[in-house]
């Protein structure tokens, strides 16, 4: 049995458009000491479901700290004191769904290419937070949705993975704000890709994001942080074209952190660039 990771990873920058703000309130950039400090700020009193997106590693940037080592280490010990639910993007291939389980699985472990030590890290990230009380939840794949995954071909349709994602993930959370919480553990985290969580998403991969579905059902106790580590944004050209980027070269600081407010529920949190 094993972690399969990264089902989306090498397609949130591919599928991402450019976000743009509406007109008059543009992006704004604050200094902060540290990342944590970023997404404490950010969050302030909120009390329904935060969710968390990254940008993927991959095998080429596997020299860079990890969004995911940086979640663990510095934001959930941060956070994890008023946090009830930790939903993950991953789930357990089991191994029990024959061949397109382990065709699909291969494929896109292929395609993504994802370092080795992505799955260590999310074992890392699930054992960190039960240590911190936060109870960890990863997603469920049936057997015929692995069966629906397999394309013309024999290839992997990465439509169809992207919407199943999303709308696991949409379930998972649902399911988490159903379960009892302590009055002062009041949030649900989510951790995943930069896609899926989308507040405002484009029309055009809206069916990706769980976001306004989550935002209506928490009456709009709903937040989208996304954490970029900017090794990881220079690999993405479309990401370079978004304005926030120029706001963020012109603001950052070698030795600190920049968090972009979009808007007031919807923030990039950006660490120190690798000296």
């Known amino acids: 049995m094993t972690i399969a990771v990264g089902f989306c990873a090498a397609f949130v920058a591919l599928a991402h458009p450019p976000w743009f703000p509406p007109p008059g309130t543009p992006p704004v950039a604050e200094p902060f000491p540290s990342v944590a400090a970023a997404v404490t700020t950010f969050l302030?009193?909120?009390?329904?479901?935060?969710?968390?997106g990254e940008l993927h590693q991959t095998a080429k940037t596997a020299g860079v700290?990890?969004?995911?080592?940086?979640?663990?280490?510095?934001?959930?010990?941060?956070?994890?004191?008023?946090?009830?639910?930790?939903?993950?993007?991953?789930?357990?291939?089991r191994g029990s769904c024959g061949e397109p389980e382990k065709h699909v699985t291969a494929e896109v472990a292929?395609?993504?290419?994802?370092?080795?030590?992505?799955?260590?890290?999310?074992?890392?990230?699930?054992?960190?937070?039960?240590?911190?009380?936060?109870?960890?939840?990863?997603?469920?794949?049936g057997c015929r949705e692995y069966q629906s995954l397999v394309g013309a071909g024999g290839g992997v349709d990465y439509d169809r993975l992207l919407t199943i994602t999303g709308q696991h993930l949409g379930r998972a959370i649902e399911q988490a704000?159903?379960?009892?919480?302590?009055?002062?553990?009041?949030?649900?985290?989510?951790?995943?890709?930069?896609?899926?969580?989308?507040?405002?998403?484009?029309?055009?991969?809206?069916?990706?994001?769980?976001?306004?579905?989550?935002d209506a059902l928490t009456n709009g106790a709903y937040r989208e942080i996304d954490v970029y580590v900017p090794e990881l944004v220079r690999t993405q050209p479309s990401l370079r074209q978004e304005p926030w980027y120029r706001i963020w070269q012109r603001a950052r600081d070698a030795r600190g952190v920049v968090m972009i407010r979009r808007e007031p529920r919807s923030a990039i949190v950006l660490p120190p660039p690798r000296r």
């Open 44 to 52: 302030g009193d909120a009390t329904g479901v935060v969710a968390f």
């Open 65 to 93: 700290r990890s969004t995911l080592a940086w979640f663990t280490d510095e934001i959930l010990p941060a956070i994890a004191p008023r946090v009830a639910h930790l939903i993950v993007e991953t789930w357990v291939s």
């Open 110 to 141: 292929r395609t993504t290419r994802r370092p080795a030590e992505t799955e260590s890290e999310i074992v890392r990230l699930l054992r960190r937070a039960k240590e911190l009380g936060v109870a960890p939840h990863v997603l469920d794949v």
């Open 177 to 214: 704000l159903a379960l009892p919480r302590a009055a002062d553990r009041p949030l649900v985290i989510v951790y995943g890709g930069a896609l899926h969580n989308d507040l405002r998403p484009d029309p055009a991969i809206a069916r990706y994001s769980f976001g306004p579905a989550i």
